[in-house]
């Protein structure tokens, strides 16, 4: 599969606090469906149900929202984030069957806190 080859290159650059510090970092920037999609992954990863080959996938698409080398750099108006979200989402698909409805639950109550 391309798409676990490419995330691959970017496992090692996920970690929990690189996380939180970018998700406070974009938050405003990049809007509430990018945090809402890295929150749904971010909850499926830490959850011990959550099988490793999945949990692979997710820190290579995490991985890629945190590192600073981007297919368009974030600091872009309007477009900075697109590819962040398009492999956030293409990790969603492949991963779909692993993201319970707790997953979104805790999403959701954290961007109410966030967002209003």
Known sequence: MEQQTDLEKFR???TETSFWEKVKNAALVAGRELIEKALWL???I????TPTKAKLIIAGAL???ISPIDILPDF???VGYTDDLAVLAGAIMTVASNI???HKAKAAERLREWFG
């Open 100 to 102: 319970k409805e707790l």
């Open 42 to 44: 971010y909850y499926a």
């Open 76 to 78: 872009i108006p309007f």
């Open 12 to 14: 090692g650059e996920y």
């Open 46 to 49: 830490m959850d011990s149900d």
């Open 63 to 65: 991985g890629y929202f």
